[in-house]
Each structure stands twice: as C-alpha cells, then as structure tokens.
C-alpha cells in the first residue's frame, strides 16, 4: 500500500492568508501601534525610572502600555487561525509571555516590588511589540519587507524632533542640557539605536525605482548620520553602520542603496563638523538661550546638507553601479563584522576594569568618541553577577538592580550609581534569576531559529535590525527602553513568523477560542489598570509634596492616603505622610509611618534611612542606620553615623567593634 504525501505549501502563513481584506483590519491595528509608538519615543522615550518624578515618560508608559495591550490583543486575535505556535514563532511568543509573566510574579519577593511593578509594565509593553509582529508577520502579506520602510517613515517623528532640539534649543530646548544628543528619547544610546533602525528602510527605499525615492532616502540618512553621531554614543555609531552594511549584503538593489547611503555620508559631515567642533553645542549644562545662534548654523548647516545629499544621490547611485569591488557583499559583510565587534573590543581594550569589577567613568564630551575605556561596565557587570549569585533561581525582583547595586557595590561614589547593569543577559539573571535567563536565551535563540530556517530569504531589513539591537545590547540598556525595545522586539516576532511554512497551525476549538477570547479581554483590560494605577500614585505624590510645600498638611495627607491606595507597594506615600505628621507635630504617628516603610520593604536602605534621619540619636536611630549599612555598606551617611572610618571594610566600626543587624 502506497500513499502519497501532500506537497508542503512553500508560502510563508501570512501569503496563505484566506483574502486580501482578511488582514486590513489588522494591517491598521499595525499602522496605529506604528503611529503609537512615534509618539511614545518622542515622550521621553516612555520610560519610566520609578523614582517618583512624573514628565513625559512615565505618562507615556502608562498610555502606552493602556493602548498597546488592547492593539496586541485585537491583533493576535485576528492572527490566531495562521500565528505560528511552535518553532521559533512558538519559542519566541512564550519565552516572551514568559518573562512579563515573571516579571509581575517576582513582585512577591522583589526587593522594592513596587519598582517590580513598574518593570512588569515595561516588559508587557515590549511584550505587545513582539506579539504584534508575530501576528503581523503571520497574517499580513508583505509585513516583512515593509515594516523597516514604515519604521523608517515612523522614525522621523523622534529623530526630527531631536534635530530640532539641536537646531532650536531656544523653542525645544532648555537650560542645563547635556553635551549628547538625548531629547526626545532622553537617552542617547536608545537615540542612536532608533537611528540605527531607522537606515535599512532607507535602505530600501533607495532602491525604489520612484524618481524622489532617492533623494529622499538620501537625505534622511543624512539626517539619520547625524543624529547617531551627536549622540556620541560609542556603540550607537557602530551599530548605525552594522545596520547600513547588512541591509546593503543581504538586500536587492544593495548599489542604488550605496549610493544614497554615500550622498548622506557627505551631506551628514559638515552638519556633524558643527555640532562636535562648536563649543556652545559641545558643552554641557549651557542655558538653552546660549545655545540659540549655534544651534541656527547647524539647522541651516544640516538642511543644506541634506539638500546637497538629495542632489547627489542620482549621480552617486550611478557612481556605485560602475564602480567595480569583487564580491561586494562579502567586503560588506566583512565591514559589518568588524563594525560588531567594536563595542566589544573596547570593553576587551579596557579587560582590566573588567576582570578587576571597577573602571572609570567616561566623559560626555566629543573626545568619549576616542575613548577605549569600558565605562563603569566592569563594576556593574560584577555587581550583577553578585546579585544572581546571592538569588541564583529566583532573582532579587524585576526593576531591582539599583538597590541590589548598592548593596554589591565596592566605593561609594554615587555618581556611578545607575539602574541597570547595561548587559541584556546580565539584567534578566540579576532580576529573575536562572528562569528569566533560560527566557531571555529563549528569545534570541527565536531569531537565531528564524535565520537557520529561512538562511538567504530572511529579510534583509529585519537582519540588519536585530543585529544592531543584538551587538548594542551586549554593553548597553537600550532594549529595556521602550523607545528602542519596541520596533526590536516587533522585528524578532516578524522575523520568527517569516520562518513558519507549510501548513498553518490547527484551528482551535471551540472552548480553546472561549478561553483565548476571555485570556486576551482580561490582558486588554488589566493592562491598563496595571499601568494606570502607579502612574497615578505617582502622581498623588507629587501633589502631596506641592501640598507640603504650601504648608497645607491636610491636603497632604490626603494625597499621601490616596497615593498608597493606588499603589500600596510603594514607600513614598508613607515617607510623605511621616513628613507631613511631625510637621504637625505628630512625632508617634510618623515614627509608625516610616517603621511601616521598613516592614513593606525591608531590603530598602531608603526605609531604613528615612527612619534613621528621623529618630536622630539613640539606640533606636543606631539600628536603623546598621540596617542601612548592612544594605548599603558604602553609604557615607551611614558610615559617619557608626563611626565606620572611610578606608574600612563594611561592617567594621572605630575600634575594631563588628557591627551587628540590630
């Protein structure tokens, strides 16, 4: 008996999809996340530090969390007949589900959980991205190749904003700002990266055969150039180029692409000549009135600059497609190696401070861009590596690492203090323990899946994407900021998706589909509550501490009340509320306030401090500070409150007396 085998459909899931009119509904859910996310990278790159201060990203976490849980949701239901379920799709979308889920679980042993809190949200967020391009990529035809150009389009919005910054500092600008390129995103690095990610879409359009593609192309890599260069971000300015020769050995047309990216090379100089040379645009912490008649040369230098590139770009394609380079591709991809290792030929040139947990810290000025030195990464990395060691399985708590770096650190300058490790596998370890590594893996090795299945008909674009991502991510934090996380993690789900071929996934039953559509109503739904609730806490703070500035300590103390009823996680409601009873000369009822901060969180050193500071001198003041020196050891507070010399090790007080916990 013989049987005979249906051919497999070589069609991607997203080219079987049923009719065109099948996926427009999705392909706007798409295009308004696209939009949704421009406008979130252009409010302080929607992240949000947990400490309290409000402004523009945490406003726009919240929002957008609150919007891109629903989108996500509507997406992966409409995709949920031709969505890839197992493969890299499937090893992607649960190692992904998998972090959020244990991020917001790690709040029950996190050593600040309401910092735990707030990383969930920022990893649900992430999350939607990388569900939105699984779903994309499964039942959107053509996803692939366009998300890089709507990318590209989108990106306009935060790196023309960021020009701006520069060419206008009077109108956008303001007093103090840094010697870097930041603003909008209000993070150099994750500028650059959205740079980076922004060429291989320029890329591509070069290559159209529209009459205005080419200069256009050609002057937003001008554009493009630079914003990465006056980032000054060592990493960034590699990955820019990483980005650039990938998308041109990998893609079609690479010369047409050579040739725009050669006009905005040239078009890009004098503009970044200006901006790194001129000392009114170079310095920092000049008032933004000062910075007014520089920042117009360089607008007026950068707008001519882009006009010559989107001249030149017609002739400088024909230039590429004469000129003669055996095997170009290969030199290409030669480069885009080289340009990988960058980064971390800098950290291995500076091995020491690494080996040794320590290093200095870099300059913000234009000469960091000649700098070897690793940074601070050593003592972070150390320090991280500690803190997984001191939890291995579980982890100290998702958002934890500022405490856990007090704690592991060995000096105390607290102007190195930072909130992240700056590693992408060194982060999940030292906040989630051994799992959220194994997950992060997981999700790398998605793409890595991805790539081996589909070898030379990956998309170009999204190669180029994730390799940036990937090289920057080793020595940098830029995929935990949602500015630069989300269109990465949307490119590795497009990518694992891209890979699914044959026969799409079984249709599900029909309770599968009652609990799928009661899983992602009650996603859609908590979602925003989730993100809602400590924003708006936050916010309460911060008008309990207006209120306390008036004088009016009613109105602080109720502000403070309803601060801890949105999130009752969170220590500062109690700090304010303690602050506002012993100004109303209330002394008991604040010491019980700040005692209740340290059995919220008892890890904190802050809790402890605030109660230390409070209780002045005694017995009672002496064990609240050893609490702090045993969770801060290189607090110099603390040290000078127990009699700690400066060049003693932790723990030992004048006299040689140990220190106990008290």
Do not use: K
Request: glycine share 12%; net charge positive.
């Amino acid at each position: 008996m013989t049987t005979t085998e249906e051919p497999r459909d070589p069609r991607s899931a997203a080219d079987r999809s049923p009719a065109p009119w099948a996926s427009q509904p999705l392909g706007v859910v798409l295009l308004a996340a696209l939009a949704g996310w421009a406008v979130l990278a252009a409010a302080g790159g929607g992240m949000d530090y947990a400490n309290g201060a409000g402004g523009a990203g945490p406003l726009a976490a919240f929002l957008g969390l609150a919007v891109a849980a629903p989108l996500a949701a509507v997406a992966l239901w409409r995709a949920r007949h031709v969505i890839g379920r197992g493969g890299a799709a499937g090893l992607a979308l649960w190692c992904g589900l998998g972090l959020v889920a244990l991020g917001f679980l790690s709040i029950a042993w996190a050593v600040d959980p309401s910092a735990a809190w707030i990383a969930g949200n920022r990893m649900a967020l992430l999350g939607c991205g990388l569900v939105l391009g699984l779903a994309a990529g499964a039942a959107v035809p053509g996803a692939a190749a366009r998300f890089p150009v709507l990318l590209s389009a989108a990106a306009v919005v935060p790196v023309g904003l960021a020009l701006l910054t520069e060419a206008l500092p009077g109108l956008l600008g303001q007093d103090g700002a840094g010697a870097r390129l930041a603003a909008p995103v209000d993070y150099p690095n994750a500028l650059a990266l959205i740079a980076a990610a922004a060429v291989p879409g320029a890329v591509a359009v070069a290559g159209s055969p529209r009459r205005w593609a080419a200069p256009a192309s050609a002057a937003w890599m001008t554009c493009l150039a630079a914003a990465a260069v006056l980032t000054l971000s060592r990493s960034g300015i590699a990955v820019t180029g990483v980005a650039l020769c990938l998308s041109l050995a990998l893609g079609p047309r690479a010369r047409a692409g050579a040739g725009a990216a050669a006009a905005g090379a040239l078009g890009a100089a004098p503009a970044v000549l200006v901006g790194l040379l001129t000392h009114d645009l170079s310095a920092d912490g000049l008032a933004a009135d000062d910075r007014a008649g520089a920042g117009a040369v360089f607008g007026l230098v950068l707008i001519g600059g882009a006009g010559a590139a989107a001249v030149l770009a017609r002739p400088a394609q024909r230039a590429a497609r004469s000129l003669r380079v055996p095997r170009p591709r290969l030199v290409l991809g030669v480069v885009a190696a080289v340009l990988a290792l960058a980064p971390l030929a800098v950290v291995a040139a500076d091995h020491g401070a690494i080996t040794g947990c320590g290093g200095g810290a870099v300059s913000n000025s234009a000469d960091r861009l000649t700098n070897a030195g690793a940074n601070q990464r050593g003592a972070w990395w150390c320090q991280a590596a500690r803190g997984w060691e001191a939890h291995p399985l579980r982890g100290n708590g998702a958002g934890s690492f500022p405490l856990v770096q007090r704690r592991e650190r060995e000096n105390g300058n607290d102007r190195v203090l930072t909130l992240d490790p700056h590693q992408v596998f060194l982060a999940p370890a030292s906040d989630l323990g051994s799992l959220g590594l194994a997950l992060m893996l997981g999700l790398w090795a998605a793409g890595g899946l991805a790539l081996l299945r589909l070898r030379r008909a990956a998309p170009a674009g999204l190669v180029a994407i994730l390799a940036a991502a990937g090289v920057q991510s080793l020595t940098d934090w830029t995929l935990t900021w949602p500015a630069s996380g989300l269109p990465v993690a949307a490119a590795l789900g497009l990518l694992a998706a891209s890979a699914v071929r044959g026969p799409g996934p079984r249709a599900l039953s029909g309770g599968g589909e009652a609990a799928l559509v009661a899983a992602l109503a009650a996603a859609a739904i908590a979602a925003p509550v989730a993100a809602g609730l400590p924003w708006w806490s936050g916010h309460l703070v911060r008008s309990s501490q207006d209120a306390l500035a008036r004088g009016d300590l009613g109105q602080a103390l109720s502000r403070a009340r309803e601060a801890r009823s949105r999130n009752p996680l969170s220590i500062d409601p109690l700090r304010l509320r303690a602050l506002a009873l012993a100004r109303g000369g209330d002394r008991a009822g604040a010491e019980a306030a700040l005692r209740e901060a340290t059995r919220l969180q008892p890890d904190n050193p802050m809790a402890w401090r605030a109660l230390a500071r409070f209780m002045g001198t005694g017995e009672a003041a002496r064990g609240a500070w050893v609490r702090v020196h045993l969770l801060d050891p290189y607090a110099s507070d603390a040290r000078a409150a127990l009699l700690i010399p400066d060049d003693a090790p932790p723990g030992i007080a004048r006299g040689g007396g140990r220190l106990r916990r008290a």
